[in-house]
């Protein structure tokens, strides 16, 4: 199954703003929205939004996420160390009835 | 507190079997998805196969299709990957999850000989 597409990189100074990508089709992104999950070395994934900015408990407010049309964003306000980290998104699919992942966007405060 | 546990990962020569286990808590099992993903070594996450809330609906990933078989139990709220003739590149972390929203910690399996 073909995934979704993600920038392989993103850097940013501390504190500022970084917007994360994640582009798909009509099938998956555009229909179900995408959930965006957080990775840091060695720990498993972290879910920050799922189903159009659907935060769980515990997940700062600095952490948004949106989509228009095929393209879906997380965005992130006042950069921290914290927040350096492997960021993915994900969406259902549903012509193909399954789970794509994006490739994945390091993102580097700094 | 949703919580989900995996359990069942291990060592496994190529050809093998695995049964992955996953129990849940904190939430009404029966009404959601549940779902397995995994992350092999260095790369990126992998869905692998998920079920719908009476399992009468299983969907999974065209590298395991035929071979590894999700299936739950709502009376123990549980949910289960059957692994069958493991190859080398199933070698991963594998991870239960609520749909998509809440990840368990993982269990690791090694496909090796």
């Known amino acids: 199954q073909a995934g979704l597409t993600q920038p392989p990189s993103v850097s940013k100074g501390l504190r500022q703003t970084a917007t994360l990508t994640c582009t798909g089709n009509s099938n998956n992104v555009g229909n179900q929205g995408a959930a965006w999950l957080r990775q840091h070395q060695g720990h498993p994934p972290k879910v920050l939004s799922y189903r159009n900015n659907n935060r769980p408990s515990g997940i700062s407010e600095r952490l948004s996420a949106s989509r228009s049309g095929n393209t879906a964003s997380l965005t992130i306000t006042g950069l921290q160390p914290e927040d350096e980290a492997d960021y993915y998104c994900s969406a259902w699919d549903t012509s193909l009835s399954a789970w794509l992942f994006g490739g994945g966007t390091k993102l580097t405060v700094l | 507190e949703v919580q989900v546990v995996e359990s069942g990962g291990g060592l496994v020569q190529p050809g093998g079997s695995l049964r992955l286990s996953c129990t849940a808590s904190?939430?009404?099992?029966?009404?959601?998805?549940m779902t397995w993903f995994r992350q092999a070594p260095g790369k990126g996450l992998e869905w692998v196969a998920n079920t719908n809330q009476d399992g009468s609906a299983k969907y999974y990933v065209d590298s395991v299709k035929g071979r590894f078989t999700i299936s739950r139990d709502n009376a123990e709220n549980s949910v289960f990957l059957q692994m069958n003739s493991l190859r080398v590149e199933d070698t991963a972390v594998y991870y239960c999850?609520?749909?998509?929203?809440?990840w368990g910690q993982g269990t690791l399996v090694t496909v090796s000989s």
């Open positions: 904190g939430f009404t099992f029966s009404t959601y998805w």
């Open positions: 999850a609520r749909s998509v929203d809440y």
